[in-house]
């Protein structure tokens, strides 16, 4: 009978950023995949807010050697990344938004 109460990682390379060359061991999910953004809350030294530092899933490129598919890049900007565009969901302006002014706005 086979353990599912084992949960899975698997090593995976950091690139740029404080973490670069580091190795960390990352949980997988369902599908063997780690998650696409990876944040790691670094302290602030005098007890402030903490420093969140942000990277990004990439395919790995060149030989493996037996570590993972995937690496994480350093994403300096840390802003979240453009969402799926379902067919029904609202554009980020609104359907509505003109750039010249409100849907009342007339021409002439």
């Known amino acids: 009978m ?3 109460g084992r949960v899975k990682s698997q090593d995976t390379p950091f690139e740029g ?3 670069d ?7 997988v999910g369902m599908t063997g995949h780690p998650p696409k953004t990876y944040r790691i809350p670094v302290p602030a030294p005098d007890g402030g807010p903490p420093t969140v530092l942000v990277y ?5 490129t060149g030989p493996r050697l037996g570590f993972a598919r995937w690496k994480y890049v350093h994403d300096p900007g840390g802003g979240p990344r453009s969402r799926p ?3 029904w969901s609202k554009p980020p302006g609104g359907r ?3 750039p ?3 849907p009342d706005a007339t021409h002439g």
Not at 56 to 60: D, G, H, T
């Open 17 to 19: 950023g404080p973490m």
């Open 100 to 102: 010249g002014g409100g």
């Open 2 to 4: 086979p353990d599912t």
């Open 21 to 27: 060359g580091r190795v960390l061991p990352v949980l």
């Open 85 to 87: 565009r379902w067919p």
């Open 96 to 98: 509505d938004a003109a």
């Open 56 to 60: 990004r899933r990439e395919p790995r």
